[in-house]
Nanobody, 122 residues
Framework: QVQLVESGGGSVQSGGSLRLSCAASRVTASSLCIGWFRQGPGKEREGVAATCLGTISTTYSESVKGRFTISQDSAKSTVYLQMNSLKPEDSAMYYC???????????????WGRGTQVTVSS
């Protein structure tokens, strides 16, 4: 099973930037898709962005479109989430997940990392 490790979370002020990384291991197929999800206190898990390794296909939630950018180093099986113009409402635990479809539906991603915390102060 694919293993995922997130890194890059932290605390920033409103308007700041962070870059999250998701390193995948035990990748046995080139068609793996990686999604970023987040869950804040008392909120439902939300799909933020996704891409598929080796492709230029991406998808974003409306809440982050224009502020967040998903990218990849397919040779390293690593996906990045560049987060700019951060807002307090972006504060959440951020998870990356692996699946076989470009989607923001958490149910389509069977493998999950443990998450990295992002806190944005006003």
């Amino acid at each position: 099973q694919v293993q995922l490790v997130e890194s890059g979370g932290g605390s920033v002020q409103s308007g700041g930037s962070l870059r999250l990384s998701c390193a995948a291991s035990r990748v046995t197929a080139s068609s793996l898709c990686i999604g970023w999800f987040r869950q804040g206190p008392g909120k439902e898990r939300e799909g933020v962005a996704a891409t598929c390794l080796g492709t230029i296909s991406t998808t974003y939630s409306e809440s982050v479109k224009g502020r967040f950018t998903i990218s990849q180093d397919s040779a390293k099986s690593t996906v990045y989430l560049q987060m700019n113009s951060l807002k307090p409402e972006d504060s959440a635990m951020y998870y990356c997940a692996a699946g076989w479809m470009l989607s923001l539906d958490a149910g389509r991603f069977p493998s999950w990392g443990r998450g990295t915390q992002v806190t944005v102060s006003s």
